[in-house]
T-cell receptor
Framework: DTGVSQDPRHKITKRGQNVTFRCDPI?????LYWYRQTLGQGPEFLTY????????KSRLLSDRFSAERPKGSFSTLEIQRTEQGDSAMYLC??????????FGPGTRLTVL | DQQVKQNSPSLSVQEGRISILNCDYTNSMFDYFLWYKKYPAEGPTFLIS?????DKNEDGRFTVFLNKSAKHLSLHIVPSQPGDSAVYFCAASTQGAQKLVFGQGTRLTINP
């Protein structure tokens, strides 16, 4: 399977705990994106990497959120001191152009 | 500020007939538009796209129409098949920008 993969697929945590998600993009893609999707809404952009450089961050990405892509390959998204409002599907996508982005299956986060 | 809107939360179509999904946008700077399909527990899957220099793009059973003056695009699926039942998202981007701006989605149900 050469698609975008995400791990874990599901995460349940207690409020105040830290969580980290991983995304492995399609191998030849140098662009990687994180989105968040809540119930009944479309995905909302969080941040974007070109290779290892984080080039854009949404104002949705509060200081409790941090994303890295240390070697320009996989990426991690960490949420510190989780809140119930962080409960959502976190989607990762990759692309090799300005156009089509290919999405992974997502990580569903539930904060109790 | 919802820049991309899908005003129909759901649509039900009989198998074999045409499905028409609509999308409106407000930002005149958008110059690239995409449609994604999403099944439950999966990430969005890219379907078809269109650049603002065109007004129609066709790929098999799927055709996207763009009306720039009305800031409106639509996705036509003909003939509709049961496997087309899913949530459909339209998305838009501006040249040089990396993020996609999504609509809220339309749930399409194809009835046998």
């Amino acid at each position: 399977d050469t698609g975008v993969s995400q791990d874990p697929r599901h995460k349940i945590t207690k409020r105040g705990q830290n969580v980290t998600f991983r995304c492995d993009p399609i191998s030849e893609h140098n662009r990687l994106y994180w989105y968040r999707q809540t119930l009944g809404q479309g995905p909302e952009f969080l941040t974007y990497f070109q290779n290892e450089a984080q080039l854009e961050k949404s104002r949705l990405l509060s200081d409790r959120f941090s994303a890295e892509r240390p070697k320009g390959s996989f990426s991690t998204l960490e949420i510190q001191r989780t809140e119930q409002g962080d409960s959502a599907m976190y989607l990762c996508a990759s692309s090799d152009s300005y156009n089509e982005q290919f999405f992974g299956p997502g990580t569903r986060l539930t904060v109790l | 500020d919802q820049q991309v809107k899908q005003n129909s939360p759901s649509l039900s179509v009989q198998e074999g007939r045409i499905s028409i999904l609509n999308c409106d946008y407000t930002n005149s700077m958008f110059d690239y538009f995409l449609w994604y399909k999403k099944y439950p527990a999966e990430g969005p899957t890219f379907l078809i796209s269109i650049s603002s220099i065109k007004d129609k793009n066709e790929d098999g059973r799927f055709t996207v129409f763009l009306n720039k003056s009305a800031k409106h695009l639509s996705l036509h699926i003909v003939p509709s098949q049961p496997g087309d039942s899913a949530v459909y998202f339209c998305a838009a981007s501006t040249q040089g920008a990396q993020k996609l701006v999504f609509g809220q989605g339309t749930r399409l149900t194809i009835n046998p």
